[in-house]
T-cell receptor, first 110, second 113 residues
Framework: RKEVEQDPGPFNVPEGATVAFNCTYS??????FFWYRQDCRKEPKLLMS???SGNEDGRFTAQLNRASQYISLLIRDSKLSDSATYLC???????????FGAGTRLTVKP | ETGVTQSPTHLIKTRGQQVTLRCSSQ?????VSWYQQALGQGPQFIFQ???????GRGNFPPRFSGLQFPNYSSELNVNALELDDSALYLC????????????FGEGSWLTVV
């Protein structure tokens, strides 16, 4: 079993739609959680950290459920520019040893 | 921009050759991590350097080695290249100030033929 698993995707949605991505992690000792965004043939960029209380940044909302070892990302009012691969990231044994999911590809269409 | 720079951006090597990839971390960041990202996969942790010492290693063979210099820049060396080493190699920097947040450079695309 992979340490971080994500929805396989791809997700193809129209502009304005709401889309949700799910992620599960296997290491119960994980302490930090993130969503990164990666455009085609570019490096991953931090989208947002995920806090236990849940957090929101504009159209993006992230949730963490430690009991279920589950992370989610909700994107409201999708824009064409949201088209990218979204990577779920969990820290591992070492402070900065991040474990990445394989990513979920999102395409927002006009 | 993250301030993390990598070189070269693209390179092609022959199986069995050796390659050195370089990374300059963001100013003030003393920790550098290297990741390998194969096509269609998420980045995989190779190793991390903190104050010139290896500070954690992923599931990569010894032919993957690294260095960190006093200015915190870093090198990734891969010996005896194999076709499966073809990937995007990402360098990420961080510090105590950034906590667990890492910032990536643009990566080095390596093709082994």
């Amino acid at each position: 079993r992979k340490e971080v698993e994500q929805d396989p995707g791809p997700f193809n949605v129209p502009e304005g739609a709401t889309v949700a991505f799910n992620c599960t992690y296997s290491n119960s000792a994980s302490q930090s959680f993130f969503w990164y965004r990666q455009d085609c043939r570019k490096e991953p960029k931090l989208l947002m950290s995920v806090y236990s209380s849940g957090n929101e940044d504009g159209r993006f909302t992230a949730q963490l459920n430690r009991a279920s070892q589950y992370i989610s990302l909700l994107i409201r009012d999708s824009k064409l520019s949201d088209s990218a691969t979204y990577l779920c990231v969990v820290n591992s044994l070492y402070n900065n040893d991040m474990r990445f999911g394989a990513g979920t590809r999102l395409t927002v269409k006009p | 921009e993250t301030g993390v720079t990598q070189s070269p951006t693209h390179l092609i090597k022959t199986r069995g050759q050796q390659v050195t990839l370089r990374c300059s971390s963001q100013s003030g960041h003393n920790t550098v991590s290297w990741y390998q990202q194969a096509l269609g996969q998420g980045p995989q942790f190779i190793f991390q350097y903190y104050r010139e010492e290896e500070n954690g290693r992923g599931n990569f063979p010894p032919r993957f080695s690294g260095l960190q210099f006093p200015n915190y820049s870093s090198e990734l060396n891969v010996n005896a290249l194999e076709l499966d080493d073809s990937a995007l190699y990402l360098c990420a920097s961080s510090s105590q100030v950034t906590g667990n947040t890492i910032y990536f450079g643009e990566g080095s695309w390596l093709t082994v033929v």
